[in-house]
């Protein structure tokens, strides 16, 4: 208890950070998407609504794994931004090696089985990406 102060500072800057980072990870994973996220689930589109969720739960499990094994704040913002980007470019990838169907055209529509598919491999990459950054 005698260190009770640093330690609440602690969490307290550590929950700025991450959701810093969440934000700003999730601003730039939706700068890749070719719609708005947030029109199509106001609209009602669950696919959409999957798919965002799915990107935070991936930018979480990465910054979550980060945080655990950083010792210091700048390391898990260095090694946070590293994950994120490298979670981007498996998208990006992933996008590109589907020839028959574009991911973001066939979210819009509301295909769930591309969100299912594509919630698969951002949570898998994730787990493992956060694993690597360990």
Request: net charge negative.
């Amino acid at each position: 208890m005698e260190n009770f102060g640093v330690d609440l500072l602690n969490v307290a800057i550590g929950i700025v950070l991450i959701l810093v980072i969440l934000f700003v990870g999730y601003t730039l994973f939706s700068k890749v998407t070719r719609f708005d996220d947030g029109k199509e689930i106001r609209g009602g589109n669950e696919a959409a609504g999957v798919y965002m969720g799915s990107k935070l739960l991936g930018l979480c499990i990465i910054v979550a794994m980060v945080s655990f094994s950083s010792h210091s704040w700048v390391d898990m913002l260095v090694w946070s931004v590293v994950g994120i980007a490298v979670l981007i470019l498996v998208y990006l990838i992933f996008d590109f090696i589907t020839p028959k169907f574009k991911v973001c055209e066939e979210i819009e529509k509301g295909n769930m089985a591309v969100a299912q598919l594509l919630r698969s491999i951002i949570i898998g990459v994730s787990l493992v990406i956060g694993t690597f950054l360990l």
